[in-house]
């Protein structure tokens, strides 16, 4: 079993920053942050296997950026030039599945998520 715990949420100005942070009672090589705005589907923001970046939403590039410090945890969403359309709760989520680690990948561990709110 995996906890995942995010915090770092809160309401926000467009064009400020704000870092989401998630800790996982233990390591796991997959992680990922998700998002889910009113009425619309969740969507994958940024993953990471292990060290390596291997998934970024368009809609993000350039703006938002995933670290993951030596020890593993927590494993940090940092979002710059913050927009409106990024209002959503953000999900922190893992995968102990073997394989590979990008969009398609079924991640079997969440957080219970954080809210993020950007006005214009």
Not at 34 to 47: H, L
Not at 78 to 104: H, V, W
């Amino acid at each position: 079993q995996v906890q995942l715990m995010e915090s770092g949420g809160g309401s926000k100005q467009a064009g400020d920053s704000l870092t989401l942070e998630c800790r996982s009672s233990r390591y796991i090589q997959c992680m990922a942050w998700f998002r889910q705005a009113p009425g619309k589907e969740r969507e994958g923001v940024m993953i990471i296997s292990g060290y390596m970046l291997t998934y970024v939403a368009d809609s993000v590039k350039g703006r938002f950026s995933l670290a993951r410090p030596v020890e593993g945890n927590p494993v940090s969403l940092k979002m710059n030039r913050l927009e409106p359309q990024d209002t959503a709760m953000y999900y922190c989520a893992a995968s102990s599945f073997a394989g590979t680690c990008n969009i398609t990948t079924p991640f079997n561990y969440w957080g219970q998520g954080t809210q993020v709110t950007v006005s214009s």
